[in-house]
T-cell receptor, first 115, second 111 residues
Framework: AQSVSQHNHHVILSEAASLELGCNYS??????LFWYVQYPGQHLQLLLK??????LVKGIKGFEAEFIKSKFSFNLRKPSVQWSDTAEYFC?????????????FGAGTQVVVTP | DSGVTQTPKHLITATGQRVTLRCSPR?????VYWYQQSLDQGLQFLIQ???????AKGNILERFSAQQFPDLHSELNLSSLELGDSALYFC??????????FGPGTRLTVL
């Protein structure tokens, strides 16, 4: 069955620490990959996306992600987090061959950045 | 602000009732998606419309239905509501299969 797994449900770290959130998917074809962020009480915002090309993708707010096809992974990274990065982060996948692009989301990772 | 609008922001109703959630996509986006976010199920795809036609269905209950109108706004109708239907309902829009942009959501509470 197709699935998206996020390794950590909760992450707590201090400001200036580095962040890496894991995402693995189980799909039988070529995929498009996304990371969304949901700040407290707000809607989902697109951080970055990967469709094809360079597997290292840079997004907004200093985030980047690396697509490793052999590992079915799309991990999100930020070298130095800020208190304002406290949010829930969702990895999402759709199949490139899916004409209509519905997204399947991981369970989310709640990130808390302490001052 | 993603450009996707949803009304109402909050909805409180009783079991057995029917409600309608409304979504207006970003200007130029023809695809509208509906998702349900709950604590136990996470974010689940419900249904998608493209230019007025239903294109994909996910984990949508038979009690739920949706439509997209000629002006491209969409409505999600939830009927015979149960306690378990309490959730955040998000609408998203996109140009074709591109990245989806989400609205602020409607928080539904069924008492």
């Amino acid at each position: 069955a197709q699935s998206v797994s996020q390794h950590n449900h909760h992450v707590i770290l201090s400001e200036a620490a580095s962040l890496e959130l894991g995402c693995n998917y189980s799909y039988g074809g070529t995929v498009n990959l996304f990371w969304y962020v949901q700040y407290p009480g707000q809607h989902l915002q697109l951080l970055l996306k990967y469709f094809s090309g360079d597997p290292l993708v840079k997004g907004i707010k200093g985030f980047e992600a690396e697509f490793i096809k052999s590992k079915f992974s799309f991990n999100l990274r930020k070298p130095s987090v800020q208190w304002s990065d406290t949010a829930e982060y969702f990895c999402a996948v759709n199949l490139s061959t899916d004409s209509w692009g519905k997204l399947q989301f991981g369970a989310g990772t709640q990130v808390v950045v302490t001052p | 602000d993603s450009g996707v609008t949803q009304t109402p922001k909050h909805l409180i109703t009783a079991t057995g009732q029917r409600v309608t959630l409304r979504c207006s996509p970003r200007s130029g986006d023809l695809s509208v998606y509906w998702y349900q976010q709950s604590l136990d199920q996470g974010l689940q795809f419900l249904i998608q419309y493209y230019n007025g036609e239903e294109r994909a269905k996910g984990n949508i209950l038979e009690r739920f239905s949706a439509q997209q109108f000629p002006d491209l706004h969409s409505e999600l109708n939830l009927s015979s509501l149960e306690l378990g239907d309490s959730a955040l309902y998000f609408c998203a829009s996109s140009v074709g299969r591109g990245a989806q942009f989400f609205g602020p959501g409607t928080r539904l509470t069924v008492l």
